[in-house]
């Protein structure tokens, strides 16, 4: 990526009036410092100041700031300047610092293991960093997963505010007050990618890329998604449905292939059940997760939720402990930490449905109304800085309050920020908590919705009924009870619109929409009631 980088002057001569070095006095004479260009040799110039530009670590910051949130250094262009915002919501962090000695912060700390590489992730130096710290991937496959656009760059613009991770999470921004998802020029883009995407868009997994395409997954094959089945409508052939597949422009076959699949084992987010959610949750368990070399890392008795797919194999790990290594220990745990893999046992599980419900019941109450959209589900719900989740939604509320508990996840690598910050801000309660957060060790929502977030819903489309029936009066009469499990599919009550034809033309769709298919009857019992 071509990348430019302005500095403001101004932010140059601010941060020196805010207590850094503006004029170093040096003892160094000119003769002294003087090094002949061709002279290769160690000695002569000595370095006396550093001036430093960086993106943001979660330790060695000047600023505490959620670098990993509210950071973005992979843009387009950067353009530094706190006349439009704060440094706690730059992207990259300036240093103008005196160097006294030879061991004196900041030095530019390379790995000796390979000599070329310094440090970044958790820290700037080898005690506290890593030679390599991922955020974000390119997919080595199909995608078959909205949740798997949080490892995708999609805010590449120099526009604020910048988030690092908007998809699939809920952090209000420290720029915009939480009562707003728009201020002026400031967009709150995590609220409105999220408003977009997950009630408007999923994937089919019927990629060219994809071992199993359209052709066989009509003909009974399981596609990447494995909950998504094939659904024929009725008097259309194999053969013709593979047509309609596969045929017509891109619009045309986006709106065909929904009409072919339903989804097996749809989840209801509205269910407060704790142990609804234990069992999606431990659906995790026992998992390979695949690697970026095309291997496997797999956890005994422990729910795998990675935040990159591939995930990182344990080369990588190793590698990027760098000249660091030491005997393990410190610098091991951090590495660990850092593939972005959350293992969590029985017990983290339990506690964090647990959590799950609780905030769905705080949320139900303060709304008197269920989830009505996933978007809704994802997203924040904007009110006043104490209302309920005005600064992170459901989920994460839930993996934060859960963490207090059982600890998901550790913030060792981070450090606190607390109340009053040093730069005024809209929102400034959204910029409290742990550097650390957002990187790869810290745990979010949207790592779950990767995982989770192909089969949620906010509604069934699979019911079950019962009626009950009662003629004549005292002891001359009769009851009867009878049960039916119907299902919406995809085509409309009348077949003059088709299944893809949005919104329908005829009366009787417009007024009743999709059809309800009778799958089974049975007439029931008094003790079966």
Known sequence: MLQTLTVNEKDFRKQCADGLFLEIPSGVTGADAYQAPGDTQGGGKTPFALLSLTAKTTHDLLTPTKGWLFGNPVTVNATTDDNVAPYAVQPYEMTFREITGTNSFPMVDVDTTTGTRGFFGPGQTSERGLTAATMFTLPCGPLVSLGQFQSANLLASDTLPRFNYPV???????????????????????????????DG???????????????????????????????????????????????GDVTTRSRRVPTQQMVRGAFNVNSTSVEAWRAVLAGLRDRAIPTRDGKERKAEDKASIPRFVSAMTPADEAAAIGGGAGNGGAEAGRAARWV?????????????????????????????APILTLGEFVNRRPGAESGVQALKGVLQTAIEEANKEVMLYSAADGDPINLPLKDPLANSAALTGNTAEGSPAVLLQGDILQEIGTYLTTHSDTLRIRAYGRAGEGDKHAEAWCEAIVQRVPEYLDPADAAEDAPPKAPGNTRFGRRFNIISFRWLTRNEI
């Open 168 to 198: 699939g999470n809920s952090y209000a921004h420290p720029m915009i007050p939480p009562g707003l998802v728009k201020q002026d020029a400031l967009f709150d883009h995590s609220y409105a990618l999220n408003h977009q995407l997950w």
């Open 201 to 247: 868009y999923y994937f089919s997994s019927l990629s060219s890329q994809a071992k199993v395409r359209a052709e066989q997954f009509a003909n009974g094959e399981v596609p990447l998604n494995s909950r998504l089945l094939y659904h024929a409508a009725p008097g259309v052939t194999t053969k013709e449905t593979i047509t309609r597949m596969t045929t």
């Open 340 to 368: 972005g893999t959350h293992l969590l046992t029985d017990k983290q599980i339990s506690a964090l449905a647990r959590h799950i419900v609780l905030q769905l019941q705080k949320c139900g109450q303060a709304d008197r």
